[in-house]
């Protein structure tokens, strides 16, 4: 069974920097389309960021100049560089694996979530 845990999240002040981290068991984070996502007070939860089987990552153009996704498949971890961070950053950020498996079906797995808040 696939498994996910965050960590990293905080309280940081506008224009400070965190870095979230992911760590994955029972699979590679190589196998999965790894994805960052958030969910702010009173909204939807979007995506942040995704790496591609390829390595190639996608960005949320809120965020594009600002975060830097990454994987360490040896490590089994992805990370997000959060730098210059705005009130409107402040979300529960989750991490999550997807792929289809060998017959067409979905996997999908989430993390619990970790709260990053932006406050002076």
């Known amino acids: 069974q696939v498994q996910l845990v965050e960590s990293g999240g905080g309280l940081v002040q506008p224009g400070g920097s965190l870095r979230l981290s992911c760590a994955i068991s029972g699979g590679s984070v190589s196998r999965f389309v790894m994805g960052w996502y958030r969910r702010g007070p009173g909204k939807v939860r979007e995506l942040v960021a995704r790496?591609?089987?390829?390595?190639?990552?996608d960005y949320a153009d809120s965020v594009k100049g600002r975060f830097t996704a990454s994987r360490d498949i040896p490590k089994k971890t992805v990370g997000l560089q959060m730098n210059n961070l705005k009130p409107d950053d402040t979300a529960v950020y989750y991490c999550?694996?997807?792929?289809?498996?060998?017959?067409?079906?979905?996997?999908?797995?989430w993390g619990q979530g970790t709260q990053v808040t932006v406050a002076s």
């Open positions: 999550n694996a997807n792929r289809l498996d060998t017959r067409g079906r979905e996997e999908d797995y």
């Open positions: 790496i591609h089987f390829d390595g190639d990552i």
